[in-house]
């Protein structure tokens, strides 16, 4: 038997969690699925364990897209100042590093703490260590996980790229959209650390 929902998101990262919150606050019911064992893996290493969670300069022309209009709708529906005054609603201290970057001056768990309250307040139910094995898609989606099967009229997916994998990032987001024919852009390498050994630092 299916457990119904409106909305299934998968994946309990930044975006999957704000989606999340926004649909719950909505009235929708809503399910989070996160195959690890907590919310926001990558959000509490960003920063260098202090989560760089906006910057004061952030406009459109900061963004690439093919509709260079889409970064301007995007940014004025949610500002940087939104996020900043849900920040302070919870009392987390916070610092600019340097050109308008805003850092915890604790820990990132503040944001996830943060994140996770929002859902709760929301109606949010969040499920941890739920591997998804499939997805399908007759009038609604079914999504079969590994404790229990879930169906909902809306799914977002918002599982993430493969950018760390040592965090459990896997190719699952772009192997579902290939799946209902999506267009998948090749991924390519972005911010990618690079380590050199005593000889290359000689050269």
Not at 14 to 35: D, H, N, P, S
Not at 66 to 79: G, Q, V
Not at 125 to 134: G, L, M, P, Q, T
Request: glycine share 8%; net charge positive; hydrophobic share 40%.
């Amino acid at each position: 038997m299916n457990r119904k929902y409106d909305v299934i998101v998968l994946g309990a990262g930044a975006a999957g969690l704000m989606c999340a919150i926004a649909a719950g606050k909505r009235g929708r019911r809503v399910l989070v699925l996160e195959r690890a064992d907590r919310i926001g893996k990558k959000i509490l290493i960003s920063g260098g364990g202090r989560c760089n969670f906006t910057n004061l300069h952030t406009s459109p022309e900061n963004f690439l897209s093919a509709n260079p209009h889409f970064a301007k709708s995007a940014l004025a529906r949610y500002t940087p100042a939104d996020f900043i005054g849900l920040v302070e609603k919870y009392r987390i201290p916070y610092h600019e590093k340097k050109l308008g970057q805003l850092f915890c001056d604790r820990a990132a768990s503040d944001i996830t703490a943060m994140l996770d309250q929002e859902c709760r307040d929301a109606g949010v139910e969040i499920r941890c260590s739920s591997k998804v094995n499939e997805v399908r898609k007759n009038d609604q989606f079914t999504v079969q996980a590994e404790d229990a099967n879930f169906a909902a009229s809306r799914l977002v997916v918002a599982t993430g790229g493969l950018s760390i994998a040592k965090i459990g990032a896997t190719s699952f987001g772009y192997d579902l959209g290939r799946q209902f024919g999506l267009k998948i852009e090749p991924p390519r390498a972005a911010l990618v650390p690079l380590t050199f050994s005593e000889e290359d630092r000689k050269r």
